[in-house]
């Protein structure tokens, strides 16, 4: 369940280039650390545990190529590693200057390293070697030759992954390859050097980075999900659980010269309504009152966050058009419903008409005291369905990060009549049972529900209240495996440059008294995913809380059970025949023995690299020719509602064409709707 407190915020004041402790730093430490104390759900004690665990965090997090340090940097730094709760104790925040300081100096080493390449011929004979360790950690630079001599392979690697990104032969790379490796060079130098710029040239750099990432290596050691945020944080996130944003109705991306180009305009949106800019547009620079990002070397995440930021609601875009001409062009936030939060209901069909609806999150309305999110919105397309007499509903959750749990209450609420849904736990122990009181259900007829290891928080709530009610059958792969609530708090009311902290509060549990904590909902039918095997889920994070269970209080009542065991016969015979579901399985065992779980060493020579880019890409390209050549089996049209809607509109008609594309060649889909003809047979 999500809180706002102190919504009144202004921007974080830029940071001073020279190593100093930063201001705030020591007020923000202090604040974040009597906040967890009072409120977090299990806080842990001030102490050695504590400094060792913050100190592992920082660290990995500070440099996690381990690219940047020395082993005598951390020889350093390690004294740190039993201090850091005497330094927060006593207020002494000087302990930061050292990683801002030795960060600037290891970043300006490694630009110089680089540059000293400039001009020198390299060796593509395999004379050295590339070393993959996927199943051990890799060391930091024991020396300067050892820096050196990473950066050397490192240009070479770039060079020849350039080359084979551009050119599918072998054969043509190598007989052009003095011409091509020239051509290929500067850019390569240009691109290094900028992704060690992107730190620096971010909003608040180098310094705001160092503390940032301390602060948030303070909350995570607590648990993965309490979190710091600066203002920019705190808006991307509201935004993306909200049904309503100010936003400038654009999306931007890194294009192939690592320029910032407007990749996409929203219809309706602020752009839109202004007319001036355009997609394909490269953003020179972004101002706003006194705050100005210049785009030259900086990354993409950084101007999201500049865009997102509440106290940036008039940000002058200068633009390079086209055809070469510079804009300046001024544009003020404008409400909007954020397209990642779009809810429609589809039909789909083969023998009989079933309802398919995606929710992409528990996005609520943080203005309204009911609400009003996306509850309210699956109920309007509920209602539209039910007139097109569908036999069926799928709803999908996957990728579904969770959201307000008030939503997926309310959203509970529609398909039982009355009973607990959840049992809340506080951080004093006591529990409370949360009920839905309404009388009645909006939807009776088969349900089945898709998830993956993306599914969490509230997706996971909603899902497993269905799966323990027999309410619906739940297909997919075992979800991400969180079950706590976090609420969002100032660490000042009366200075927000401090920022805020996302601090989890409380846990929720199952009606039958267990927790989806690290082990996520079991699916009733597992389907093979390209996800498989990749520790993706809560279980895999630093500090994660553990599983446990508790006493029920009252009893819930569920419907008649579920011919489970026929369902997943069925479904596991259709899915051994069906090459899709093999070409899944076939991708990600390759995945994971070739790719993500291998050990391995080869020569630096083009064919090596050739080989082993050109067999991922090959290996991606076989498995998404087949989906785009499979023909659909389910056709998939929109409601009579939906038609009327977007009958005058050409961009809403556009998307709507994209998304019942994307419905119809679903394989995961196609086979929930095959669940479903399989229930209406058994009832």
Known sequence: MIKRICLTVVLLSSLPIMAQTPPHFCDQLESLNILIANYHYNPKPLNDSLSSGVYKLFIKRLDEDKVIFTDQDLAIFRADSLKLDDYIRSKDCNFIEKYIKTFRIRIAE??????????????????????????????????????????????????????????????????NFTQLEKDALPLVFEKLQCQLDEIENSEGGLERFVTETFLNSFTNYHDPNSVYFNNADKSMFENSVSTTTMSFGLYTEKNEEGEIEIAYITPGGAAQFDGTLEEGD?????????????????????????????????????????????????????????????????????????????????????ESVHGMGVANDVAKEIYKLKKEDIQGLIIDLRFNGGGSMMEATDLCGMFIDRGPVSILKYRNGETFTVKDANRGTLFNKPVVIIVNSYSASASEFFSSLMQDYNRAVIVGTPTYGKSSMQTIVALDETNAEFGFCKLT?????????????????????????????????????????????????????????????????????????????????????????????????????????????????????????YFEKRKAILSVRNTASTEAIIEHNKDEQQLNAFSMDDIGNDLFIEEAYNIIADLRKFN
């Open 282 to 366: 490269v953003i020179r620079s972004l101002s706003s009152g006194t705050s100005v990002v210049e785009t030259n070397c900086i990354s993409n995440e950084e101007i999201v966050a500049f865009l997102s930021d509440n106290n940036h609601n008039r940000v002058i875009f200068r633009v390079r058009k086209k055809d070469g001409s510079i804009l300046s062009v001024p544009l003020s936030k404008k409400a909007d419903k954020p397209m990642e939060n779009l809810t429609r209901g589809y039909v789909m069909s083969k023998d009989f008409p079933v309802g398919y609806i995606s929710i992409p999150s528990f996005y609520t309305n943080f």
């Open 505 to 625: 509060t409380d846990l929720f549990y199952r009606v039958t008294g267990r927790s989806n904590q690290s082990k996520g909902v079991i699916p009733d039918i597992l389907f093979p995913s390209m996800y498989n095997g990749l520790e993706v889920t809560e279980e895999f994070l630093d500090f994660a809380l553990p599983n446990d269970s508790i006493t029920v209080t009252v009893a819930h009542k569920p419907g008649k059970k579920l011919p489970l065991a026929s369902l997943r016969q069925y479904s596991d015979q259709r899915m051994q025949k069906d090459e899709g579901f093999r070409k899944i399985r076939e991708l990600n065992e390759t995945l994971l023995r070739s790719y993500i779980k291998r050990d391995t060493v080869y020569s630096l020579t083009a064919r090596n690299v050739f080989g082993d880019l050109n067999g991922y890409n090959s290996l991606w390209k076989d498995f998404t020719d």
């Open 110 to 175: 490694a630009k110089q390293v680089i540059d000293s390449y400039r001009g020198s011929e390299f060796d593509y004979s395999g004379v050295d070697s590339l070393t993959y360790y996927r199943t051990k950690e890799s060391g930091y630079f024991d020396d300067e030759d050892a820096r050196s001599k990473y950066w050397s392979k490192r240009i070479r690697f770039e060079v020849l992954s350039k080359l084979v990104e551009d050119d599918t032969l072998l054969s043509r790379i190598e007989q």
